[in-house]
Structures are given as structure tokens and as C-alpha cells.
């Protein structure tokens, strides 16, 4: 039986490597995220006036750098795109109980109204909702208040791209 030398072996696993790398990019694959610039999305350059019920809140910070990051440019004064921004609304309600009658399993939805307006156009009332679920281990008050905390993070940062995602669908149009 012939043996496959050192050097051909590696060739081949270069080439099949190479073959999945083209399928994936082939298919339209994209990493979650990467689609959201702001050139795709019509925002790039785009001025934006910011009225948030909660200035200095979480969401506040969370969709101002998600803003800036599709290249919208923020500003104070007046100009031809508007986005109100009210107060988040974070609720959470049992979604099964354990055999002492407690949560087992929570049901998080965060959520907020905006109000999008541009120039010459009727202007756009929108809620954005983030639901997650997450189990609840009543001996481990300390690790839930932890996840808990993690887990607001991620759905303002989620409920920011959600906000800024419908504000490029809408200047699209």
C-alpha cells in the first residue's frame, strides 16, 4: 500500500478548507452584526436629533452607540430626522413553577414606544420588544441577580439595533 506523502496531505487539507470557506461565503453567510452598517442601511452621514424621556439612561447609551456606529451623526438642534425615545418598560412573569409553588422559569420582555419623524412625511409611532427566558434557581440568589443584570444588557443592546435597524428600513423606503 502506497502512503500519501507529508507534503500532499497538507494540500489537500488546504483545499477542502478553502472549498468551505468559499460555500459559506458563497451562501450569503454573515457573522450576526455585520450587516448592520450604516452605508447598507441608508445612515451613514445622516443627521439625527436624540429626545429621550430618560437621557441619561442604559437604553440612551446603548442606542446612541448604536447610532454613531451605523455613522449617523447626533445633534442638538432641529434638523430633518427626529426619534423621541420614552421609558423602557421591563417586565417579568413566571412561566412555570416547581413543586413548592416558586418560578422555575421567567419569561423577561423589555420593551419602549418611539416616535420616528422626518421631513415631510407623517411621522412613525413604533414600540420595540425583547423577550428572553431564563431558569430560576431559588438557592442561588446572588448568581440570578448576576444573570438577571446580564441578561438587561443584552436585550437594551439587542432592543438599540432593533430601534436603529427600523429606522434604516424606514428611510429605505
Not at 141 to 152: A, C, D, F, Y
Request: net charge neutral; with cysteine.
Amino acid at each position: 500500500m502506497r502512503t500519501i506523502p507529508y507534503q500532499h496531505d497538507r494540500l489537500v487539507k488546504l483545499a477542502c478548507l478553502l472549498t468551505g470557506f468559499l460555500c459559506l461565503v458563497g451562501c450569503g453567510f454573515q457573522l450576526k452584526g455585520a450587516d448592520s452598517s450604516g452605508e447598507s442601511m441608508g445612515l451613514q452621514g445622516r443627521e439625527l436629533q436624540l429626545i429621550s424621556a430618560q437621557p441619561r439612561s442604559d437604553l440612551t447609551r446603548e442606542l446612541t452607540r448604536e447610532l454613531s456606529n451605523a455613522g449617523v451623526v447626533l445633534t442638538d438642534t432641529v434638523s430633518g430626522l427626529q426619534l423621541a425615545l420614552q421609558a423602557e418598560q421591563f417586565s417579568q412573569r413566571n412561566v412555570s413553577l416547581t413543586a413548592q409553588a416558586r418560578a422555575a422559569e421567567l419569561e423577561l420582555t423589555l420593551s419602549v414606544d418611539f416616535v420616528f419623524e422626518q421631513a415631510e412625511q407623517d411621522p412613525i409611532n413604533a414600540r420595540a420588544t425583547v423577550s428572553r427566558q431564563m431558569l430560576n434557581d431559588p438557592r442561588n440568589i446572588v448568581g440570578k441577580t448576576e444573570e438577571l443584570r446580564l441578561l438587561r444588557e443584552e436585550m437594551r443592546r439587542d432592543l438599540a439595533a432593533q430601534i436603529v435597524r427600523r429606522i434604516g428600513h424606514s428611510l429605505a423606503r
